[in-house]
């Protein structure tokens, strides 16, 4: 069973902000949310927003996917606030997953070590076998 909904922003620079999330055939335990566009300082406070009200009281208390597949750039503020999410999450026991980060992305998060921090996979199926095992 598949549930999602989506939102569109637009940062001051006009590139696009796309955020969908559905909970997966796996079980609705592990909510996946995918990510499309760039992520800076003017467009990571939409992420936290698009989580607050789609998970509302569940908001960093369930096992959480960021599927990064279509992200084209991310800074310094979106390392950070995935920082601040997955230290949130093990507050409560639950775990933060990164998913399918490509090309810039991937360069980035692997120059900051956030992997180190956050699993990162390359496919959604295996995040949430990793989750619900």
């Known amino acids: ?5 989506s939102i569109s922003a637009y940062d001051r620079s006009a590139a696009q902000l796309d ?8 079980g609705e335990e592990v909510p996946v949310v995918r990510l499309a566009g760039e992520f800076d300082i003017d467009t990571v406070p939409e992420i936290d927003r698009f989580l607050r009200r789609r998970l509302g009281p569940f908001y960093h208390r369930r096992h ?7 992200v084209r750039f991310v800074d310094s ?8 999410l997955v230290t949130r999450l093990h507050g409560h026991g639950k775990e933060l997953l990164v998913t399918r980060p490509r090309g810039h992305v991937r360069q980035v998060l692997g120059a900051v ?3 180190n921090v956050v699993p990162v996979y ?3 199926d295996e995040g949430v076998e990793i989750l619900t095992s």
Do not use: R
Request: aromatic share 6%; proline share 3%; net charge negative.
């Open 64 to 70: 959480l996917i960021l599927d990064l597949e279509d």
């Open 122 to 124: 390359d496919s959604i």
């Open 77 to 84: 503020s979106f390392v950070g606030y995935v920082v601040t």
């Open 19 to 26: 955020l969908s999330m559905e909970c997966t055939a796996a």
């Open 113 to 115: 070590g956030l992997p």
């Open 1 to 5: 069973m598949k549930a999602s909904s």
